[in-house]
Antibody, heavy 123, light 107 residues
Framework: EVQLVESGGGLVQPGGSLRLSCAASGFTFSDHYMDWVRQAPGKGLEWVGRTRNKANSYTTEYAASVKGRFTISRDDSKSSLYLEMNSLKTEDTAVYYC??????????????WGQGTLVTVSS | DIQLTQSPSFLSASVGDRVTITCRASQGISSYLAWYQQKPGKAPKLLIYAASTLQSGVPSRFSGSGSGTEFTLTISSLQPEDFATYYCQQLKSYPITFGQGTRLEIK
């Protein structure tokens, strides 16, 4: 069974930093692209970014709202995904989900989701 | 960026009703569209990908159609467990974007 468990959320002041982790199990982590998606309280879903797999050089993509402040990384030996968040703003307050990307015939989609971890940016 | 606009934003319906949610893209995205269901306090759940492919385990009363800029999610006969918020997502180009959501409530 695929499991994604996020951790590392909490309260941080504006301008601060936080590192989220996502522990994956139940699949061959190294084969897969992974995404981060967030959801502000009472709002819709916002894609944060993606890391590709080793075969695709671990390249990354980011939403404009986080580019230059957030960094996605992974450790395939630990089946873990990370989101390093710097220069945090109040508008970064959200539940952050990690997802496993499924690729089928050239199409991608966020197949499996973790339970999410809440990040609150407030003074 | 590709914008996705869902309509309606809110829908009130009864058990047994047939409902349709529309998602319009600001530019053509071929069939690079997915649909998700989200219940309060829970993570989203994938329903449909590649515009019309039903994810394994999803009831057949859910169906998706469309290509290019206009897409629909149809629930043929609403069940009590279907009352939730639905999102479309485009995966044609970066940044990946979501629609604003359609909240489906019991009439």
């Amino acid at each position: 069974e695929v499991q994604l468990v996020e951790s590392g959320g909490g309260l941080v002041q504006p301008g601060g930093s936080l590192r989220l982790s996502c522990a994956a199990s139940g699949f061959t982590f190294s084969d897969h692209y992974m995404d981060w998606v967030r959801q502000a309280p009472g709002k819709g879903l916002e894609w944060v970014g993606r890391t590709r797999n080793k075969a695709n050089s671990y390249t990354t993509e980011y939403a404009a709202s986080v580019k230059g402040r957030f960094t996605i990384s992974r450790d395939d030996s630990k089946s873990s995904l990370y989101l390093e968040m710097n220069s945090l703003k109040t508008e970064d307050t959200a539940v952050y989900y990690c997802t496993r990307v499924y690729i089928w015939g050239g199409y991608t989609t966020d197949l499996n989701w973790g339970q999410g971890t809440l990040v609150t940016v407030s003074s | 960026d590709i914008q996705l606009t869902q309509s309606p934003s809110f829908l009130s319906a009864s058990v047994g009703d047939r409902v349709t949610i529309t998602c319009r893209a600001s530019q053509g995205i071929s069939s690079y569209l997915a649909w998700y269901q989200q219940k309060p306090g829970k993570a989203p759940k994938l329903l449909i990908y590649a515009a019309s492919t039903l994810q394994s385990g999803v009831p057949s009363r859910f169906s998706g159609s469309g290509s290019g800029t206009e897409f629909t999610l149809t629930i043929s006969s609403l069940q009590p467990e279907d009352f939730a918020t639905y999102y479309c997502q485009q995966l044609k180009s970066y940044p990946i974007t979501f629609g604003q959501g359609t909240r489906l409530e019991i009439k």
